[in-house]
């Protein structure tokens, strides 16, 4: 382990905060984490994260402060405690993703409160956060990007300073529209070999050996290779929100976005049958559906 280092304090140890909690005891950082459930609680004090009793108390801890938020209310909720707990300045990374409204909100409380707010949402899935293979989208107050730089060196691979806080939202927006896009292609051009015949493990064999190879192909197409999309990266239900974040920007910006659109209804029929825990990847089974195919079931040959 590295020499201990000094101390952060980590909000929402769910997929992606737990992966940044881990990373970071890992590299020898003092983590003090914080989480509105209890198994959650339980499952992080075993590797090593030291619980808070409530995000006052983890204020007081921490100077700098990850939060990893599920929705706009946890958000504020969050927000609302930080503010009120009477700390002295604190820098507060903020990386969920949001409307730039809700992240703009937390911003001004934060900043009347004495704090200072960085907008830095994560490129990359709960798996790539596992093991660092993810990226910072930062943006706000130069220096205190530049002074937490080891720390998001502990859980990620790249850390980009876009300038103004918002700009790091507006650029996962645009990373996640193509999240969007690039899975329900992989899944239609899985459905669409495994329906010719083809077996799936040698179709995800040989996209990923050609051009038509992408990240998040060799991200997801394991799972549909597998038809099993449980423990989830990045579940459905949260996904929606994330989903709903790009098409209300989109729509502000009167930018039209066909291919990201017409993913829409295939992500809703997967939260519709069953899927709403499940990994996105499913919206291969979605397809597999549609396409009135069943594995298992031979072809019959025409004569």
Not at 160 to 177: F, I, P, Q, R, T
Not at 274 to 293: I, K, N, Q, R, Y
Request: hydrophobic residues 45%; positive net charge.
């Amino acid at each position: 382990m590295a020499r201990r280092k000094e101390t952060v304090g980590v909000v929402g140890l769910g997929i992606m905060g737990g992966a940044f909690a881990r990373n970071l005891v890992k590299a020898g950082w003092r983590v003090v984490g914080y989480d509105t459930s209890a198994p959650v609680r339980r499952r992080l004090a075993r590797a090593g994260v030291e619980i808070a009793a409530s995000v006052a108390d983890l204020a007081k801890a921490a100077p700098a402060i990850v939060t990893s938020l599920p929705s706009p209310a946890a958000l504020e909720a969050t927000v609302a405690a930080l503010a009120a707990a009477r700390v002295p300045r604190r820098i507060v990374v903020e990386a969920s993703t949001f409307t730039l409204a809700d992240k703009l909100a937390a911003e001004r409380q934060l900043r009347r409160a004495g704090h200072v707010a960085l907008d830095c949402p994560v490129s990359g899935t709960g798996s790539q956060a596992a093991v660092k293979d993810i990226v910072i989208y930062a943006s706000g107050d130069a220096a205190s990007i530049r002074r937490l730089k080891p720390m998001f060196a502990a859980f990620s691979r790249g850390l980009y300073d876009l300038g103004e806080y918002g700009n790091g939202s507006k650029m996962k927006y645009v990373a996640n529209l193509l999240v969007a896009i690039h899975n329900v292609a992989s899944a239609e051009a899985m459905v669409l070999g495994m329906k010719a015949g083809l077996d799936p493990k040698r179709i995800f064999e040989l996209v990923t050996a050609g051009a038509g190879n992408s990240r998040v192909f060799e991200l997801r197409a394991p799972m549909m290779v597998k038809n099993r999309y449980s423990p989830a990266t990045m579940k459905q239900k949260v996904w929606q929100k994330d989903m709903a974040v790009i098409g209300e920007y989109a729509t502000t910006l009167g930018c039209p976005t066909p291919l990201f659109s017409a993913t829409i209804p295939v992500y809703a029929a997967a939260l519709s049958t069953g899927h709403a825990m499940h990994d996105t990847a499913s919206v291969c089974a979605v397809l597999e559906t549609m396409a009135g195919f069943k594995r298992g079931r031979a072809r019959k040959k025409r004569r």
